[in-house]
Protein backbone atom coordinates (compact mmCIF):
# COMPACT_ATOMS: atom_id res chain seq x y z
CA UNK A 1 0.00 0.00 0.00
CA UNK A 2 2.29 2.68 -1.26
CA UNK A 3 -0.45 5.25 -1.75
CA UNK A 4 -0.25 5.54 2.18
CA UNK A 5 2.99 6.21 2.49
CA UNK A 6 2.45 10.01 3.77
CA UNK A 7 -0.40 8.92 6.32
CA UNK A 8 1.60 6.14 7.88
CA UNK A 9 4.61 9.10 8.28
CA UNK A 10 2.03 11.34 10.06
CA UNK A 11 0.78 8.81 12.31
CA UNK A 12 3.75 7.94 13.26
CA UNK A 13 4.00 11.37 14.83
CA UNK A 14 0.80 11.62 16.50
CA UNK A 15 1.56 8.19 18.84
CA UNK A 16 4.30 9.32 20.97
CA UNK A 17 7.19 12.10 21.49
CA UNK A 18 10.32 12.36 22.99
CA UNK A 19 11.98 14.73 25.47
CA UNK A 20 14.68 16.57 24.35
CA UNK A 21 14.13 16.59 20.85
CA UNK A 22 15.78 20.05 19.46
CA UNK A 23 14.30 21.98 16.06
CA UNK A 24 16.31 23.01 13.69
CA UNK A 25 16.46 25.44 10.72
CA UNK A 26 17.26 23.56 7.15
CA UNK A 27 20.64 25.90 7.31
CA UNK A 28 21.73 24.09 9.99
CA UNK A 29 21.96 20.35 8.01
CA UNK A 30 25.56 21.45 6.73
CA UNK A 31 26.48 20.96 10.11
CA UNK A 32 25.00 18.16 11.88
CA UNK A 33 26.59 16.99 14.90
CA UNK A 34 28.61 13.42 14.25
CA UNK A 35 27.56 10.09 14.67
CA UNK A 36 28.52 6.45 13.32
CA UNK A 37 24.59 6.34 11.76
CA UNK A 38 22.62 9.57 10.78
CA UNK A 39 19.13 8.46 9.92
CA UNK A 40 17.62 11.24 7.54
CA UNK A 41 13.53 10.95 8.01
CA UNK A 42 11.49 12.47 5.27
CA UNK A 43 7.58 12.34 3.72
CA UNK A 44 8.40 10.54 0.76
CA UNK A 45 6.47 13.07 -1.59
CA UNK A 46 7.88 15.92 -0.38
CA UNK A 47 10.67 17.36 -3.00
CA UNK A 48 11.86 19.93 -0.05
CA UNK A 49 12.92 16.90 2.34
CA UNK A 50 15.00 14.71 -0.32
CA UNK A 51 16.63 18.48 -1.13
CA UNK A 52 16.94 18.34 2.47
CA UNK A 53 18.74 15.17 2.63
CA UNK A 54 20.84 15.81 -0.36
CA UNK A 55 21.96 18.85 1.63
CA UNK A 56 23.03 16.49 4.33
CA UNK A 57 24.32 13.73 2.91
CA UNK A 58 26.78 16.11 0.89
CA UNK A 59 27.75 17.75 4.33
CA UNK A 60 28.54 14.42 5.86
CA UNK A 61 30.01 13.03 3.12
CA UNK A 62 28.85 9.07 4.04
CA UNK A 63 31.14 6.16 3.69
CA UNK A 64 27.79 4.08 2.53
CA UNK A 65 23.88 4.87 2.31
CA UNK A 66 20.98 2.89 3.12
CA UNK A 67 17.93 3.48 1.66
CA UNK A 68 14.78 2.07 2.63
CA UNK A 69 13.44 2.13 -1.01
CA UNK A 70 15.77 -0.13 -2.41
CA UNK A 71 16.08 -4.31 -2.21
CA UNK A 72 19.97 -5.38 -1.96
CA UNK A 73 19.29 -6.82 -5.07
CA UNK A 74 18.66 -3.81 -6.52
CA UNK A 75 21.25 -1.69 -4.81
CA UNK A 76 24.15 -4.32 -6.00
CA UNK A 77 22.85 -2.96 -9.53
CA UNK A 78 24.50 0.71 -9.13
CA UNK A 79 27.99 0.66 -10.96
CA UNK A 80 30.55 3.75 -11.16
CA UNK A 81 29.02 4.90 -14.71
CA UNK A 82 25.71 4.66 -13.51
CA UNK A 83 26.39 6.73 -10.39
CA UNK A 84 26.22 10.08 -12.95
CA UNK A 85 23.37 8.95 -15.01
CA UNK A 86 20.02 9.98 -13.13
CA UNK A 87 17.68 7.88 -16.42
CA UNK A 88 20.05 4.95 -15.97
CA UNK A 89 19.89 4.71 -12.53
CA UNK A 90 15.94 4.96 -12.44
CA UNK A 91 15.79 2.09 -14.77
CA UNK A 92 18.50 -0.33 -13.43
CA UNK A 93 16.31 0.07 -10.51
CA UNK A 94 13.10 -0.14 -12.44
CA UNK A 95 11.78 2.15 -10.20
CA UNK A 96 8.59 3.32 -12.15
CA UNK A 97 7.36 -0.26 -11.31
CA UNK A 98 8.23 0.62 -7.85
CA UNK A 99 5.69 2.66 -6.19
CA UNK A 100 7.89 4.88 -4.81
CA UNK A 101 7.66 8.78 -6.15
CA UNK A 102 9.45 10.37 -8.95
CA UNK A 103 12.99 9.54 -8.93
CA UNK A 104 13.76 12.86 -9.92
CA UNK A 105 13.78 14.03 -5.87
CA UNK A 106 15.56 10.91 -4.73
CA UNK A 107 18.52 11.32 -6.94
CA UNK A 108 20.48 14.23 -5.82
CA UNK A 109 21.17 12.51 -2.68
CA UNK A 110 22.54 9.48 -4.77
CA UNK A 111 24.64 12.86 -6.34
CA UNK A 112 25.92 13.89 -2.90
CA UNK A 113 27.61 11.03 -2.02
CA UNK A 114 29.40 9.82 -5.51
CA UNK A 115 31.58 7.50 -3.54
CA UNK A 116 29.60 6.21 -0.70
CA UNK A 117 28.86 2.09 -1.03
CA UNK A 118 24.76 1.80 -1.85
CA UNK A 119 22.96 -0.51 0.14
CA UNK A 120 19.28 -1.54 0.39
CA UNK A 121 17.16 -2.84 2.95
CA UNK A 122 13.38 -3.12 1.19
CA UNK A 123 11.96 -6.78 2.04
CA UNK A 124 9.78 -8.62 -0.61
CA UNK A 125 6.26 -8.04 -0.08
CA UNK A 126 5.98 -11.47 0.80
CA UNK A 127 7.93 -11.43 3.61
CA UNK A 128 6.32 -8.83 5.04
CA UNK A 129 2.96 -10.37 4.32
CA UNK A 130 3.87 -13.20 6.25
CA UNK A 131 5.34 -11.15 9.31
CA UNK A 132 1.69 -9.87 9.26
CA UNK A 133 0.39 -13.29 9.98
CA UNK A 134 3.41 -15.06 11.34
CA UNK A 135 4.99 -12.17 13.10
CA UNK A 136 8.39 -10.66 12.58
CA UNK A 137 10.71 -12.88 14.48
CA UNK A 138 9.72 -15.64 12.21
CA UNK A 139 10.58 -13.63 8.86
CA UNK A 140 13.71 -12.21 10.44
CA UNK A 141 15.61 -15.18 11.15
CA UNK A 142 18.10 -16.52 13.06
CA UNK A 143 19.52 -13.35 14.11
CA UNK A 144 15.79 -11.87 15.48
CA UNK A 145 16.67 -12.01 19.17
CA UNK A 146 19.46 -9.58 18.58
CA UNK A 147 17.49 -7.16 17.05
CA UNK A 148 14.81 -7.18 20.05
CA UNK A 149 11.98 -9.13 17.51
CA UNK A 150 12.00 -12.11 20.18
CA UNK A 151 10.60 -9.51 22.79
CA UNK A 152 6.87 -8.70 22.94
CA UNK A 153 5.88 -5.03 23.30
CA UNK A 154 4.75 -3.00 26.13
CA UNK A 155 0.97 -2.90 26.39
CA UNK A 156 1.23 0.94 26.10
CA UNK A 157 3.39 0.92 22.68
CA UNK A 158 1.31 -1.89 21.31
CA UNK A 159 -1.92 0.06 21.86
CA UNK A 160 -0.11 3.31 20.29
CA UNK A 161 1.25 1.16 17.51
CA UNK A 162 -1.48 -0.23 16.17
CA UNK A 163 -3.61 3.08 16.72
CA UNK A 164 -0.87 4.87 14.69
CA UNK A 165 -1.37 2.07 11.37
CA UNK A 166 -5.31 2.98 12.00
CA UNK A 167 -4.97 6.05 11.41
CA UNK A 168 -2.39 5.29 8.64
CA UNK A 169 -4.56 3.63 6.79
CA UNK A 170 -7.87 6.11 6.71
CA UNK A 171 -9.44 4.12 9.99
CA UNK A 172 -10.30 1.43 7.19
CA UNK A 173 -8.06 -1.48 8.45
CA UNK A 174 -10.15 -4.59 10.52
CA UNK A 175 -8.82 -4.29 13.81
CA UNK A 176 -7.93 -7.92 13.76
CA UNK A 177 -5.15 -6.72 11.23
CA UNK A 178 -3.88 -4.28 13.37
CA UNK A 179 -1.20 -6.58 15.44
CA UNK A 180 -0.05 -7.84 12.71
CA UNK A 181 0.49 -4.97 10.92
CA UNK A 182 2.57 -3.40 13.56
CA UNK A 183 4.89 -6.81 13.53
CA UNK A 184 5.13 -6.16 9.49
CA UNK A 185 6.69 -2.44 10.74
CA UNK A 186 8.74 -4.27 13.37
CA UNK A 187 10.37 -6.24 10.62
CA UNK A 188 11.20 -2.95 7.91
CA UNK A 189 12.56 -1.65 11.34
CA UNK A 190 14.79 -4.24 11.99
CA UNK A 191 15.86 -5.07 8.45
CA UNK A 192 16.52 -1.51 8.01
CA UNK A 193 18.77 -1.73 11.07
CA UNK A 194 20.54 -4.96 9.74
CA UNK A 195 21.53 -3.09 6.37
CA UNK A 196 22.86 -0.55 8.89
CA UNK A 197 25.00 -2.84 10.60
CA UNK A 198 26.41 -4.46 6.94
CA UNK A 199 26.95 -1.25 5.90
CA UNK A 200 29.16 -0.41 9.24
CA UNK A 201 30.98 -3.84 8.71
CA UNK A 202 31.99 -2.97 5.11
CA UNK A 203 32.95 0.49 5.24
CA UNK A 204 33.43 1.19 8.67
CA UNK A 205 30.96 4.10 8.04
CA UNK A 206 29.40 7.12 8.85
CA UNK A 207 26.55 5.69 7.47
CA UNK A 208 23.25 8.00 6.65
CA UNK A 209 20.18 6.34 6.25
CA UNK A 210 17.07 7.67 4.23
CA UNK A 211 14.11 6.18 5.22
CA UNK A 212 10.54 7.55 6.31
CA UNK A 213 9.54 9.34 9.48
CA UNK A 214 8.34 6.77 11.23
CA UNK A 215 11.06 4.54 10.24
CA UNK A 216 13.27 7.11 11.84
CA UNK A 217 11.88 7.82 15.27
CA UNK A 218 14.11 6.74 17.91
CA UNK A 219 11.42 4.93 20.50
CA UNK A 220 10.54 2.27 18.46
CA UNK A 221 11.90 2.79 15.06
CA UNK A 222 15.25 1.23 13.67
CA UNK A 223 17.18 3.04 15.84
CA UNK A 224 15.78 1.07 18.70
CA UNK A 225 16.43 -1.94 16.48
CA UNK A 226 19.82 -0.89 15.70
CA UNK A 227 20.65 -0.14 19.28
CA UNK A 228 19.85 -3.68 20.50
CA UNK A 229 22.03 -5.23 17.57
CA UNK A 230 25.05 -2.82 17.97
CA UNK A 231 24.65 -0.81 21.29
CA UNK A 232 28.53 1.07 21.04
CA UNK A 233 27.30 2.39 17.39
CA UNK A 234 26.25 6.49 17.67
CA UNK A 235 23.26 7.61 16.10
CA UNK A 236 22.06 10.97 15.49
CA UNK A 237 18.02 11.12 14.19
CA UNK A 238 16.88 13.94 11.74
CA UNK A 239 12.78 14.00 11.48
CA UNK A 240 11.25 16.37 8.66
CA UNK A 241 7.48 17.24 9.17
CA UNK A 242 5.11 19.54 7.41
CA UNK A 243 3.64 21.60 10.33
CA UNK A 244 4.60 22.16 13.96
CA UNK A 245 3.73 19.31 16.15
CA UNK A 246 2.28 19.58 19.47
CA UNK A 247 4.91 18.29 22.34
CA UNK A 248 8.40 17.05 20.76
CA UNK A 249 8.63 14.45 18.41
CA UNK A 250 10.40 11.38 18.41
CA UNK A 251 13.72 12.86 16.88
CA UNK A 252 16.94 14.02 18.13
CA UNK A 253 16.58 17.08 15.85
CA UNK A 254 13.30 17.89 13.97
CA UNK A 255 13.07 20.76 10.95
CA UNK A 256 9.59 21.76 9.76
CA UNK A 257 9.03 22.80 6.10
CA UNK A 258 6.32 23.10 3.95
CA UNK A 259 3.51 20.44 2.94
CA UNK A 260 3.65 19.28 -0.33
CA UNK A 261 0.50 19.72 -2.65
CA UNK A 262 -1.51 16.34 -2.64
CA UNK A 263 -4.93 14.71 -2.61
CA UNK A 264 -6.54 13.37 0.63
CA UNK A 265 -4.77 10.25 0.41
CA UNK A 266 -8.31 8.49 2.36
CA UNK A 267 -10.32 10.19 -0.29
CA UNK A 268 -10.80 6.77 -1.94
CA UNK A 269 -11.81 4.95 1.37
CA UNK A 270 -15.20 4.30 2.64
CA UNK A 271 -15.16 5.12 5.79
CA UNK A 272 -17.96 5.01 8.68
Known amino acids: ?14 TGNAAGADQIDPAALVSLPPAD ?33 LTP ?14 KGL ?28 ILGAALPRDAVRRAVTDGAAAVFGPDAADYGLADPLPDDQQAQREAGQMAAHCNALPETLLGGMVEAQ ?25 TGNGH ?21 SLGQ ?3 VPEGAPPYDLWLVTDPAPREDP ?3 FAVD
Open 1 to 14: MRHLFLIGALAALV
Open 37 to 69: VVILGEVHDNPAHHANQATAVAALGPAALVFEM
Open 73 to 86: DQAARVTPDLRADA
Open 90 to 117: AEAFEWEASGWPDFAMYYPIFAAAPEAA
Open 186 to 210: RLRDAALARAVVQALDDTGGPVAVI
Open 216 to 236: ARIDWGLAHALTRAAPDVTLL
Open 241 to 243: LES
Open 266 to 268: CAG
